[in-house]
């Protein structure tokens, strides 16, 4: 199962990304992981990604991408992946496909967890952390919006998008998931 995963801060991303993982037994890479991993072995695109991260900007495309494509080689994502954070670009999104195209392995699902924004706001305001002001979640929310809507019109264009209702109860996203995938998997399954 190889899937993209889309969601704003707050909306449960991370629960849902433990469930699929393991229920479909596949690798989460999520690319602020990995960066924060580089950073602390020093590795030449840590040390690279350090600056990037501490002045809140996204790393250059072809940095990113690089690093996102030598993972997928790796024989643990054979039976698909979980991509959390990236592509965050156009041509993030456009170079993983042309990847993906090169080894036969479409993505199987785009999934947007979507959640309202009022309730974000009330959410990540619950968590009291300092980078949790309403006005710095404000920005971030219209961050991330700005930021994922040409990947949203790109791949529903692709007929790959699938928004997930986030506003349910875990358990019930969970499901609303797992009918989705089972559905592209398995399209006869429907009649
Ligand atoms: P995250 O944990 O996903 O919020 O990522 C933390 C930081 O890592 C971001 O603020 C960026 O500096 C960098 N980063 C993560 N993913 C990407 C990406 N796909 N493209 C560029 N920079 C990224």
């Known amino acids: 199962m190889r899937i993209v995963f889309l969601g704003p801060p707050g909306a449960g991303k991370g629960t849902q990304s433990q469930r699929l993982i393991q229920h479909f037994r596949i690798p ?3 690319t602020g992981d990995m ?10 695109v840590g040390r690279v990604a350090h600056d990037y991260m501490a002045a809140g900007r996204l790393l250059p ?13 790796e024989p643990d994502c054979l039976n698909g992946y979980l991509l959390d954070g990236f592509p965050r670009t156009l041509p993030q999104a456009e170079a993983l496909d042309r990847f993906l195209t090169e080894s036969g392995s ?4 785009v999934l947007e967890l ?9 959410r990540l305001a619950g968590r009291g952390r300092d980078d949790d002001r309403p006005e710095v979640i404000r920005q971030r929310l219209i961050g991330y919006r700005e930021q994922t809507k040409p ?3 790109y791949y529903t264009t692709q ?3 699938e928004p997930i209702d986030g ?16 559905r592209r998997r398995n399209p006869s399954s429907l009649t």
Request: charged share 30%; net charge negative.
């Open 114 to 122: 979507k959640v309202d924004e009022d309730v974000l706001l009330q």
């Open 61 to 73: 495309d072809s940095i990113i991408i690089d690093l996102v494509c030598r993972r997928l080689k």
């Open 35 to 44: 960066l924060r991993e580089a950073t602390r072995q020093n590795t030449a």
């Open 106 to 109: 479409p993505l199987d699902a």
């Open 28 to 30: 989460h890479l999520a």
């Open 159 to 161: 007929g790959k998008l």
């Open 151 to 153: 990947l949203v019109e």
């Open 167 to 182: 506003m349910a109860t875990p358990d019930a996203v969970f499901e609303q998931i797992c009918d989705i995938l089972d």
